[in-house]
């Protein structure tokens, strides 16, 4: 009994000072404590005007926006502004497989309309594939199953626009950071502040990433 009553002020000095921490550090944004092994990281500010460092058609913008406009207005423009050239046959290859497919479908869709309506009228189907149309049933069929098809490939086709659009933008957006073996991973010890409960002990990690947009020309 007397032992723990030689601790009670020390355990009361202890609450008494995490209670005027606790008190006090809504009042500051962040507590860091610094120390040998920390790592320094200046974070400026970076304009927006700092960002445009491309050019198109005399307008100032950001690389990633001039990729993006680049591959919109021509499949492949933005790959070939990333410099990745080894990626435009992938490009050509997607977007061009898509678009016969779906010309195919419509050409044989075409057919079978045409067949449909020479059935209607008395006529015998004339067309490459005329063979396969003996009825309007079939030709009916074979209408309906062309024209899915035909509407799969144009969902395909903008699909696989899109994506070359998404690559060229993400290409640029990389081009801007430095992914040499020079990246900083630094910890630390920290005290994390909770708005429910007292300062909690806890680990700091810092991820060093150099920023080289703001040295980069116009292009």
Partial sequence: MTGNRSQLPAVVALLTTLLAVTTWAPARAQVVTA??????????????????????????????????????????????YNRKFW????????????????FFYQTRYKESLTALEDFAQGRKPSGPNAVLLTDSTRAERYLRAYRTQRD??????????????????VDAHLKDFDISDDLGLQWQPTLIWMPT?????GFSLTLTLNNTRSRRPLK
């Avoid at 409960?197 to 002990?201: D, E, G, K, R, V």
Wanted: glycine share 12%; proline share 7%.
């Fill in 152 to 169: 799969v490939f144009i969902a395909y086709t903008a699909v696989a626009y899109g994506l070359t659009i998404l690559d060229a933008v």
């Fill in 35 to 80: 120390g040998p092994d920390s790592l320094a990281v200046s974070t400026p500010i970076v304009t927006d005007s700092a960002r445009r460092t491309a050019s198109l058609f005399g307008i100032a913008m950001t690389r990633p926006s001039k990729a993006g406009l680049l591959a919109v207005m021509l499949p492949g423009a933005g790959q070939i």
């Fill in 197 to 201: 409960a007292a300062l909690t002990p």
């Fill in 87 to 102: 990626k435009l046959p992938l490009v050509y290859g997607a977007i061009g497989g898509t678009l016969y497919g779906e």
